[in-house]
Nanobody, 120 residues
Framework: QVPLVESGGGFVQAGDSLRLSCAVSGRYNMGWFWQAPGTPREFVAGISSSGDITRVRDSRRFAISRDSAKNAVHLQMNSLKPEDTGVYYC???????????????????WGQGTQVTVSS
């Protein structure tokens, strides 16, 4: 089991920024997913286990990074919109394919999620 603990969610106004953090011990392929009520989880950003490869759904506003010294993966979210509201999940994969995994089924471990609410 790989424990993942998200933090950094909250209630913000449209246009604000948030940085979500995922505490993880070890080096895995990591991903962030977003889920609104009644919808499937959607890929937001991912980073390879090496940290060399990242993929972000909306790179104009979001960025993913790894802080190996602090055993954390961060999701920086800028210019937030009301439609960004939802629960954000951190996920880890033991895959050694060297790339970014965008499908939820590619991840074995999930955090409990952190709520982000963006008010207009």
């Amino acid at each position: 089991q790989v424990p993942l603990v998200e933090s950094g969610g909250g209630f913000v106004q449209a246009g604000d920024s948030l940085r979500l953090s995922c505490a993880v011990s070890g080096r895995y392929n990591m991903g962030w997913f977003w889920q609104a009520p009644g919808t499937p989880r959607e890929f937001v950003a991912g980073i390879s286990s090496s940290g060399d490869i990242t993929r972000v759904r909306d790179s104009r506003r979001f960025a993913i990074s790894r802080d190996s010294a602090k055993n954390a993966v961060h999701l920086q979210m800028n210019s937030l919109k009301p439609e960004d509201t939802g629960v954000y999940y951190c996920a880890a994969s033991t895959s050694t394919n060297g790339g970014v995994i965008i499908e939820p089924r590619g991840y074995e471990y999930w955090g409990q999620g952190t709520q982000v609410t963006v008010s207009s």
